[in-house]
């Protein structure tokens, strides 16, 4: 309750514009359209439901009165004034800076230069009027984004040359990005160029400019396989593993988004696993970058079941791409994401009541990590959870792992963080949820031999829209 007052006194002190503000700056962590949140009251709320912002974690709130320059209302509140952790993106920050130095009648030549590209109607009055609502509006049409800033560069060269200084300034930060040191704080990754000043004192350093990145240069990235798991009515002890559809979804939509052909396999039996896996595995990859497959499914003891009851040996599927079985892949990445379920005896569901519905979490993975790690190189292993220990899946939501990694995916992804940045991200954000008795937690592991980081292209293409799933913790 000490937190919700917190939360009402920022809401009241702030105005209509400056809210808009802050939900402009959020606009990568929301699960809805900027425009739909009008208050101050619906972000804080969309930003708890999405575990952004708590009383233990206020760090994004802080942030975003820092980046609004309100340094009155933060001393008045008592908040702490520096945060090391940056939760919205330098690109966002940019054109929000931007926005501050645009005057009204800079504004109007703004519209004028852009009604070749945008409808005129959504340049009218009433429906943008302010300079954010513009930038949106570009990034709705495609005319802008963190790696598209040309059409912006032009627009600022003709109304106000001296904010390119800013533009270039975000630019020459951003391709330092993979050339200077990453640090580790906070169970998230922050770059020392997005702040300087806000360092902490301790600084571990985990990245090196010495250290390579996979090519990424071929017209499609490659092939993702998702094998998904759903109707095991042919074993008498296996369940239907309702929510399931809902990842499948996520991941379909993700990785053809990251410019992967998605080919997906429905309620595969034993044989079919293999023989699906082997396929994939004898194939020329020669013009491809990587591959994916993921696993929906039950497991047990290092292996996933067939909708048949029967196991296969997740160390056998993996074989299939090393560097003798498929030497198209060789020195390549190959990323394996399993999800799957305990077995027979830990099947037992638990309902759980929320205030407008009721969720069913089941125990699912528990794998011995070890006998699926691959000895060959350039292979990544995610697993929802560590050995001997399950993970959980929501009959409407989907797994917590398989969401997290959809979801962070998306928001890492255009700020060009590495895939082991994005799944200790995944990890700090499984972590967190519980049910809503703080009892059952869940921690994924990833296993490696990657020799190099592995840093997917900005799409330039919209990004989806993914279902998010609920937190309780």
Avoid at 34 to 62: I, Y
Avoid at 98 to 112: A, H, K, Q, Y
Wanted: hydrophobic content about 35%.
């Amino acid at each position: 309750m000490e937190f919700q007052n917190l939360l009402l006194k920022v809401g009241k002190a702030l105005s209509k514009d400056e809210v808009k503000a802050l939900v402009f700056l959020c606009t990568d962590l929301l699960d809805q359209k900027p425009n739909k949140v009008e208050t101050a009251s619906e972000l804080f709320s969309c930003l708890m439901k999405q575990d952004h912002l708590s009383p233990e974690n206020p760090q994004l709130l802080t942030e975003l009165l820092v980046t609004t320059e309100h340094h009155a209302l933060i001393r008045d509140l008592c908040l702490a004034p520096h945060t090391t952790t940056s939760f919205i993106s330098p690109y966002r920050k940019l054109l929000y800076s931007l926005s501050e130095e645009i005057t009204d009648g800079d504004l109007r030549e703004v519209t004028f230069l852009l009604n070749t590209m945008i409808p005129r109607r959504k340049l009218g009055e009433h429906i943008v009027s302010t300079t954010l609502e513009v930038f949106l509006e570009m990034e709705r049409m495609d005319h802008l984004s963190e790696s598209n800033l040309n059409t912006l560069e032009t627009i600022v060269r003709e109304v106000c040359p001296m904010l390119n200084a800013k533009i270039n300034q975000f630019k020459k930060r951003r391709g330092k990005l993979f050339t200077k040191p990453v640090i580790f704080y906070s169970s998230l990754y922050v770059s020392l160029c997005d702040s300087e000043e806000s360092k902490p004192s301790v600084e571990i350093f985990l990245f090196s400019q010495g250290l390579g990145t996979y090519p990424m240069t071929s017209e499609k990235r490659g092939i993702c396989l998702i094998v998904n798991n759903d109707n095991f009515s042919k074993s008498s002890q296996l369940r239907k593993r309702e929510g399931t559809e809902v990842d499948q979804k996520c991941l379909q939509s993700v990785f053809q988004w990251l410019g992967f052909k998605v080919e997906s396999h429905h309620d595969c039996d034993t044989n079919q696993m293999l023989s699906v896996f082997k396929e994939l595995g004898k194939r020329d990859h020669s013009r491809f970058d990587c591959v994916v497959c993921c696993v929906l499914s039950h497991g047990v003891e290092g292996s996933v079941y067939g909708v048949d009851g029967s196991t296969v040996k997740i160390s056998d599927l993996t074989d299939l791409f090393n560097g003798l079985n498929c030497p198209s892949l060789v020195g390549k990445p190959k990323l394996f994401f399993i999800q799957a379920c305990q077995g027979n005896h830990e099947q037992q569901a638990v309902f759980i009541e929320s205030d407008s519905s009721a969720y069913s979490f089941h125990w699912t993975d528990a794998i011995k990590a070890k006998q699926g790690i691959p000895n060959s190189a350039d292979f990544l292993l995610g697993m929802a959870t560590v050995p001997f220990h399950v993970s959980f899946r929501e009959r409407t939501n989907g797994t917590w792992f398989i969401q997290s990694l959809c979801q962070n995916l998306v928001q890492m992804v255009p700020r060009e963080f590495d895939l082991m940045s994005i799944l200790t991200k995944v990890n700090a954000d499984v972590s967190k949820k519980s049910d809503q008795y703080g009892q059952r937690k869940q921690m994924p592991q990833p296993a490696f031999s990657l020799r190099k980081k592995v840093v997917f292209p900005v799409p330039n293409v919209p990004t989806p829209s993914i279902h998010k799933a609920s937190s309780n913790s």
